[in-house]
């Protein structure tokens, strides 16, 4: 496709439950962020992915998360033993290395919605 | 204190009205974005400044580095502008760009 792909587009698990979140990027865009969106709440940064180089993770919120990337394509993002406050819509982007920077351009998917009952 | 404010957080406004929301931010930045989010969740970036202004269609935005403000105008409004409007600011910083949200301004045009 030509956009950014995410999947599921909705999720409800039970607490304690693991869940994976999928994000298919661009063709081409070696730059991945996931970004959570709480209700009333600005989107939130959780990790970075650029080419090989090691990921920025400083914003994942505890132990329970991790997102890898797998041959500098799609990721994913698991939330392992799902917390009730973990419920929000998951957003991936993608871009050129410096697409943010040099054009202003960071490419959404349409996000997941996680409930967590 | 967020680092980044808009305001206002909600706007009614009738089909033709010319809009304005305010973006305020507290770092040091290397720019500053829009984005537009649908109803749905699909989020479009609209601009990236980071001095003087650009006009995109009916859409302006504006910077004052000084100031540390940005505003977004959006001329003769219509229905298909009603979204949620967020401001963003960029850091460039060990390689990429460090973003901080705001909290989204929800316009409603009503025809």
């Known amino acids: 496709g030509a956009g950014v792909s995410q999947s599921p587009s909705n999720k409800v698990t039970e607490k304690g439950k693991d869940v994976e979140l999928r994000c298919d990027p661009i063709s081409g865009h070696t730059a991945l962020y996931w970004y959570r969106q709480s209700l009333g709440q600005g989107l939130e940064f959780l990790i970075y992915f650029q080419g090989n180089s090691a990921p920025d993770k400083s914003g994942l919120p505890s132990d329970r998360f991790s997102a890898e990337r797998t041959g500098g394509s799609v990721s994913t993002l698991t939330i392992q033993r799902t917390q009730q406050e973990d419920s929000a819509v998951y957003l991936c982007?993608?871009?050129?290395?410096?697409?943010?920077?040099?054009?202003?351009?960071?490419?959404f998917g349409e996000g997941s919605r996680l409930t967590v009952l | 204190k967020n680092e980044v404010e808009q305001s206002p957080q909600n706007l009614t406004a009738q089909e033709g009205e010319f809009i304005t929301i305010n973006c305020s931010y507290s770092?040091?930045?290397?720019?500053l974005h829009w984005l537009q989010q649908h109803p749905g969740g699909g989020i479009v970036s609209l601009f990236m400044l980071s001095s003087g202004k650009k006009k995109h269609g009916r859409l302006i935005a504006t910077i004052n580095i000084q100031e540390k403000h940005s505003s977004l105008h959006i001329t003769a409004s219509h229905p298909r502008d009603s979204a949620v409007y967020i401001c963003?600011?960029?850091?460039?910083?060990?390689?990429?760009?460090?973003?901080?949200f705001g909290t989204g301004t929800k316009l409603q045009v009503i025809p």
């Open positions: 963003a600011v960029g850091l460039y910083s060990g390689g990429y760009q460090k973003v901080t």
């Open positions: 982007a993608s871009s050129f290395p410096r697409g943010w920077v040099d054009t202003g351009e960071l490419f």
């Open positions: 770092v040091g930045i290397s720019a």
